[in-house]
């Protein structure tokens, strides 16, 4: 997707239905949003958390469609913009004593990256 503002070409990567808690991805979305496209892979590759991984092919998908889609070379993208917002719960319930069920809620999150160049 592509998005025009002030003269500036926008690329955005969608990374939709992660099986994974949006707080717990937002922890590492805050660490790479303003670096440079090399610096965030380099940061999400040595970063202990299991968010690390989907953003990462995130990251990489948004870079790959600025170079192919646009000739942008990857040593000038910045990441302008990264967000991770709610997605569907996964609704399941776990059998308790006496006949009961306690409800179990997987929660999902969509992650949307906008990368930039900084020519």
Known sequence: MIQMNDSKLEVLALGKNIRMSPH????????????????????????????????LKVVCSAAANASHNFGFRK?????????????????RFRPR?????????????YITIVITSRT
């Open 24 to 55: 717990k991805v937002r922890k590492v979305i805050d660490q790479i949003r303003g670096r440079s496209y090399e610096e965030a892979l380099m940061l999400l590759t040595f970063m202990p958390y299991r968010a690390c991984d989907p953003i």
């Open 97 to 109: 004593a006496q006949g009961r069920g306690f409800p179990i809620s997987k929660p999902t999150c």
């Open 75 to 91: 040593s000038t993208l910045y990441i302008s913009e990264a967000k991770v917002d709610k997605g569907p719960l996964f609704k």
